[in-house]
Every structure is written in C-alpha cells, then in structure tokens.
C-alpha cells in the first residue's frame, strides 16, 4: 500500500467525498474484506455495500488484493491503494492565476535523500514559533508537504 494518494480529478474527489464510503475506506485500511464481509459487520444490504466498492474501484481509491473461491463463488478482497488521499492543490483552484505569486504555497524541489532532514529541520522551526511568547495577534496555520504532480 501507498502512503499516498493525490486526487488528480473531480470524479476522484467526488468519489471519496461520501461519509459512508469513508467509513468504507476506513473499515478496509483494517485488513482486506470482502463486501459481504462488509455487509455482515455494517448490519446493511450487500448490493448496498457492492455499489459504493464499485465507485471507489472504478475511481482508483481501492483496489483487488487478492481472490478466493468458495463454494464456486470467487470472493474478492479489497484495500485503499493508499494510506492516505488527498486532493491535488491545484484541483479546487476556480480563478486562473495570474503571473503573481501566491504567498500561502511554495513548490519545492528536493531530492528524495535529502527530505527526513528538511522535515526534522521544519519540526524544529514550527515548535520554536509555536513556543514563543508574542504581544502581537497570532494566527494558526498548517503545514503539509505533499507530492507535487504538475498536469
């Protein structure tokens, strides 16, 4: 399994916008179940269950681990291709930017050896101004480093 999923489209997001198909993902990040499997823990109708794992197949979210059969009947046990999803920054963005920068996100270009240090570094930078005593208002942010994937 990934560690992590970038939603590159809106059929994607959409997919994975629905509570009950997050506590789909969420049951199957357990261990890989079968949809009857799934049917049997949630108390709810299997077609039920098999429609919301299609959607999220279809869209690349989860993914077929292994099949078995039994009694004649191939079982299909599925898992989140990732261990987290996220969508792509640049997939909410409505207004074409202009040439200005945009002071709220960076693009960094690093080498893949190199990131366990700079994120040891921006540990330590984000628990020294989170520790400082300041007069002036102070504002909560929050920092994720997240593959970037130009389209």
Do not use: C, W
């Given at each position: 399994?990934?560690?992590?999923?970038?939603?590159?489209d809106?059929?994607?997001?959409?997919?994975?916008?629905?509570?009950?198909?997050?506590?789909?993902l969420?049951l199957?990040?357990?261990?890989p179940?079968?949809?009857q499997?799934l049917?049997?823990?949630?108390?709810?109708?299997?077609?039920?269950?098999?429609y919301?794992?299609?959607?999220?197949?279809?869209?690349?979210?989860?993914?077929?681990v292994?099949t078995v059969?039994?009694?004649?009947?191939?079982?299909k046990?599925y898992?989140?291709?990732?261990e987290?999803?996220?969508?792509?920054?640049?997939l909410?963005?409505?207004?074409?930017?202009?040439?200005?920068?945009?002071?709220?996100?960076?693009?960094?270009?690093?080498?893949?050896?190199?990131l366990?240090?700079?994120?040891k570094?921006?540990?330590?930078?984000v628990?020294?101004?989170?520790?400082?005593?300041?007069?002036d208002?102070?504002?909560?942010?929050?920092?994720?480093?997240?593959?970037?994937?130009d389209q």
């Open positions: 399994m990934k560690k992590l999923l970038v939603i590159n809106l059929y994607q997001l959409k997919s994975v916008s629905d509570p009950f198909r997050i506590e789909l969420t199957l990040s357990e261990q179940k079968t949809g499997m049917a049997d823990e949630l108390g709810i109708p299997r077609a039920k269950i098999h919301h794992l299609n959607e999220l197949l279809k869209n690349e979210i989860i993914h077929v292994k059969e039994k009694n004649s009947i191939i079982q046990f898992q989140p291709v990732a987290k999803v996220v969508p792509n920054i640049n909410l963005k409505y207004k074409q930017e202009e040439k200005k920068k945009d002071k709220m996100s960076y693009h960094l270009k690093i080498k893949e050896k190199q366990p240090q700079f994120r570094d921006l540990r330590k930078f628990k020294e101004q989170t520790t400082k005593k300041e007069s208002k102070v504002l909560d942010y929050k920092i994720q480093i997240l593959p970037y994937e």
